[in-house]
Structures are given as C-alpha cells and as structure tokens.
C-alpha cells in the first residue's frame, strides 16, 4: 500500500491559489532531494562507487528542477536538441549528460558533441554520421544501446523489443564496439532501456544481468572494458494505492547481486549509471484544480479548470491518476465520478467511474504523481493553454517555476501582420 498524501494541507493549498490561481502543478523540492539522497545513498551501500543516476530531463524539463537535481550529484539523460540547451542553460554540461536519442538530426549530434556529452548511438549506421559531424573525428568516450530483441520481454508502454525501434541488435553490437575501437575510440558505455513504469523488481535484476552479461562477452571477445553499463529508466511508481513502491535500497541490492554473480571473476568493473525519470520526481507533484461545473446526465461528471492539455496520462494510456479532494479525505467515497477537463475529445478524463466523497462546484480537486512524464506531456490542441508550475520549498515557501500559457504563446509562431496584404 502506499498512501496518498498532501504535501501541505488544504489551507495552504488554498492559500498557494488565491496568490497563483488554478489549475497549478506544486512539487516537493524537500522531497525530491530527499529521494535523491536517498537513491545515491542506496548505490553507495551496495557498493557501487561512481554511481550516476543520469535523470531523463523529458520527466520534466524545468531548469529548477534540474538545478536542484545537479546539486544533488544527479547527471542528466537528454534525447533532442532542446533538452540539451535546457541542460547548459542550468549551467549543466560534459560528462554529466548522457544523450540518447533515435533518428538523430544531425544538429542534435552536433550540440551533444559540443557539450562534451556521453553520446548514445541508438544504430550502428549513426557511428559514421558521428564521425563525420565531428570532423572525422569520433568522440574520446562511445556508449550502445543495445535492443535485445526476442531475448527479454518487454512491457505494456514500451512494447516488445523485437517490436521497438531502438538500439542495435546483439550482432550489431559487437561489430559497433569493434569498429569503434578500430577508430580509435578509448572509453565505452553500454546502455539498454527495456521497460517502463515497471514495478517487478525481478524484471530490473534480469536487465542487469542481461548487460552484465553483454559486459563479461565484451571483455571476453574484444577485450573492451566497458567503462559504465547504464541499467536504462523503467522503475515504475505506485500510481494506484494498492502498488507497491521498489524501495532504493532493495533495487540496489538487487543489482549488486547480478553484479557479483556476473562480473565477480570477469576481470571488468564497469560503474553504474541509470536514467530514471518517473521515480525520481512523478511522487512529488501534484496537479492541483478546481471543480468548475458539474454535470449529470447518463453519468455524473465533474469539470476541472485543468484538461488533458495539463496531464494526459490518462487521455493516452488509460492511466490511473490517484485523486483526492482536500478537506473531505474522511468522507465515505459513496458516488461515481468521470473526471473531466473540457477538450472537445472524450478521452479528456482524468478518471473514470471513480467512487469519490461528493464534489461540489468550488473544490479543490488534486491528482497525484503529477511529477514526471505529467505537465511534460502536455500540448495545445482545441487551443487549451498548459499550465504554471510551482515549486514548494524547503521553508515551505512557493516559488513560480513557470508560469501559465497565454494566448499571446498560442500565437507565437503566427503571423497576423501577413494578413493584411493576404487575399
Ligand atoms: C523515457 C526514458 C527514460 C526515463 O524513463 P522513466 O520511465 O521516466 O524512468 C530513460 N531513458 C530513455 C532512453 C527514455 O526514453
């Protein structure tokens, strides 16, 4: 079980909307740190020193969550362009930044080059683009991402990997390292990233014996010690009340038992690297809204200020979002809601057929693990506008960490002053 708390209570939340207005996405910064600790404190007791968890910036791209993640000896996982100039303008470059990406634009390669990031080739073809882009010339340090295809099976969100459009299979990659150490490449990296939102710690530890494994064969057939193995993102979060969280420490052991178990006598000790995303910050952020109109036809429905435009998990995949309403955590939850937002698509609810206490038009209404993957996904079909992002400080103060779309950013892109000559 986990429980479905409130960073703050209902008067603050209260408080934080009178200053900023709903709908607004609140995360947890003491929080955060605290799991990041935590996270870094795990790998260190397992014994792996050099441990980076490089966090997927796609979770959620704001540079002060990032400033705070790289304060906390946390890397970044970037996979375009933007990301990476997001990166630098937090002021975080070099080796800290693991760029993985597919059907890479030349110009993404380009910027990863330039930032001294660890570059991740998603295809064996992408080694001489990258040589070429670098005036001949490949990058000191080259990591793989290795797609084990029928070998492993894969997960409802990422799909099977004989399925999935990354990586390079099990021969392309030993022929990639190879060519790579013709060309002189020095230091190497192995990556994989087969799952998503998984909660099995079981599936984890076969990940990591699956490259540990890819690890020992390297040594083994080219001689490479590989440099880091890094384990990919996919650590799930208890999304429902009834999941289960994996708790750091035990993932770490997990992985320190396929470590000793593969590597023990292998004569390579690659460090550890992970990408994580979701479980790093998706528990702590909450999109908080207000019940705007309610309606009861062949069911009864309740219209949040928010839409899918804000969070559409649940739009895309059906996913469940915890929802609570503040101040009536005790009331029974003797009525059945669909939760919606005001898009002109009928996936545009938040959820579906949830027994909740009764809503009245005025409440707050909160969904949870707004963290990650949440106000990142968010677009502006239908003309709907995403919303702001708050930041609750350690001193329990709020700072605006972006504020809300206007329609001035709708149109942005647009020229009206054409119109006028335009017949
Ligand atoms: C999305 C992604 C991640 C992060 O996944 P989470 O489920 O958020 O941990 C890590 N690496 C790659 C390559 C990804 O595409």
Same mark, same amino acid.
């Given at each position: 079980?986990?429980?479905?708390?409130?960073?703050?209570?209902?008067?603050?939340?209260?408080?934080?909307?009178?200053?900023?207005?709903?709908?607004?996405?609140?995360?947890?910064?003491?929080?955060?740190?605290?799991?990041?600790?935590?996270?870094?404190?795990?790998?260190?007791?397992?014994?792996?020193?050099?441990?980076?968890?490089?966090?997927?910036?796609?979770?959620?791209?704001?540079?002060?969550?990032?400033?705070?993640?790289?304060?906390?000896?946390?890397?970044?996982?970037?996979?375009?362009?933007? !990301?990476? %100039?997001?990166?630098?303008?937090? #002021?975080?470059?070099? +080796?800290?930044?693991? &760029?993985?990406? *597919?059907?890479? /634009? $030349?110009?993404?390669?380009?910027?990863?080059?330039?930032?001294?990031?660890?570059?991740?080739?998603?295809?064996?073809?992408?080694? !001489?683009? %990258?040589?070429?882009?670098?005036? #001949?010339?490949?990058? +000191?340090?080259?990591? &793989?991402?290795? *797609?084990?295809? /029928? $070998?492993?099976?894969?997960?409802?969100?990422?799909?099977?990997?004989?399925?999935?459009?990354?990586?390079?299979?099990?021969?392309?990659?030993?022929?990639?390292?190879?060519?790579?150490?013709?060309?002189?490449?020095?230091?190497?990296?192995?990556?994989?990233?087969?799952?998503?939102?998984?909660?099995?710690?079981?599936?984890?530890?076969?990940?990591?014996?699956?490259?540990?494994?890819?690890?020992?064969?390297?040594?083994?057939?080219?001689?490479?010690?590989?440099?880091?193995?890094?384990?990919?993102?996919?650590?799930?979060?208890?999304?429902?009340?009834?999941?289960?969280?994996?708790?750091?420490?035990?993932?770490?052991?997990?992985?320190?038992?396929?470590?000793?178990?593969?590597?023990?006598?292998?004569?390579?000790?690659?460090?550890?690297?992970?990408?994580?995303?979701?479980?790093?910050?998706?528990?702590?952020?909450?999109?908080?809204?207000?019940?705007?109109?309610?309606?009861?036809?062949?069911?009864?429905?309740?219209?949040?200020?928010?839409?899918?435009?804000?969070?559409?998990?649940?739009?895309?995949?059906?996913?469940?979002?915890?929802?609570?309403?503040?101040?009536?955590?005790?009331?029974?939850?003797?009525?059945?809601?669909?939760?919606?937002?005001?898009?002109?698509?009928?996936?545009?609810?938040?959820?579906?057929?949830?027994?909740?206490?009764?809503?009245?038009?005025?409440?707050?209404?909160?969904?949870?693990?707004?963290?990650?993957?949440?106000?990142?996904?968010?677009?502006?079909?239908?003309?709907?506008?995403?919303?702001?992002?708050?930041?609750?400080?350690?001193?329990?103060?709020?700072?605006?960490?972006?504020?809300?779309?206007?329609?001035?950013?709708?149109?942005?892109?647009?020229?009206?002053?054409?119109?006028?000559?335009?017949?």
């Amino acid at each position: 079980m986990s429980e479905k708390k409130l960073p703050v209570s209902q008067t603050r939340l209260e408080e934080i909307a009178a200053t900023y207005g709903t709908p607004y996405y609140l995360y947890d910064e003491g929080a955060i740190r605290a799991n990041a600790r935590a996270l870094n404190a795990a790998f260190a007791d397992a014994g792996f020193t050099g441990f980076v968890e490089h966090f997927a910036v796609k979770a959620l791209p704001n540079p002060y969550i990032l400033k705070v993640l790289d304060e906390e000896g946390l890397g970044m996982d970037c996979s375009s362009l933007p !990301e990476l %100039l997001l990166c630098e303008r937090a #002021g975080i470059t070099g +080796e800290k930044i693991m &760029f993985t990406s *597919n059907q890479t /634009p $030349d110009a993404d390669f380009e910027k990863a080059l330039a930032l001294g990031a660890i570059v991740n080739l998603d295809d064996i073809t992408h080694i !001489e683009v %990258l040589e070429a882009l670098g005036g #001949g010339r490949l990058p +000191e340090m080259l990591s &793989f991402r290795y *797609n084990p295809g /029928p $070998d492993k099976v894969g997960n409802s969100i990422i799909g099977n990997p004989v399925e999935a459009k990354y990586g390079l299979t099990r021969g392309q990659l030993f022929e990639a390292y190879e060519i790579a150490q013709g060309k002189g490449v020095k230091r190497f990296g192995l990556h994989t990233m087969v799952a998503s939102n998984e909660l099995n710690i079981e599936y984890h530890k076969d990940t990591a014996r699956m490259v540990f494994t890819l690890a020992k064969e390297l040594k083994e057939r080219l001689g490479i010690a590989l440099e880091f193995v890094n384990l990919g993102g996919g650590v799930g979060i208890p999304y429902k009340p009834e999941d289960e969280a994996i708790a750091w420490p035990a993932l770490a052991r997990a992985v320190r038992g396929a470590y000793d178990e593969i590597l023990g006598s292998a004569g390579v000790a690659p460090l550890i690297k992970t990408e994580y995303g979701r479980p790093i910050t998706g528990p702590y952020g909450w999109l908080v809204c207000r019940a705007i109109r309610e309606k009861h036809i062949y069911r009864d429905y309740i219209g949040l200020d928010a839409s899918m435009a804000d969070l559409m998990r649940p739009g895309l995949y059906g996913a469940y979002h915890h929802v609570t309403i503040p101040g009536k955590e005790d009331r029974p939850a003797d009525q059945v809601y669909d939760i919606v937002g005001g898009l002109c698509e009928n996936n545009d609810k938040f959820a579906v057929q949830r027994p909740l206490p009764k809503i009245d038009v005025g409440d707050l209404v909160v969904l949870h693990e707004g963290g990650a993957h949440a106000r990142a996904m968010g677009f502006n079909y239908n003309g709907k506008l995403r919303t702001k992002e708050l930041l609750l400080r350690e001193d329990g103060g709020v700072l605006q960490i972006r504020r809300a779309e206007t329609a001035e950013d709708y149109f942005a892109t647009l020229d009206f002053s054409g119109l006028k000559e335009f017949k």
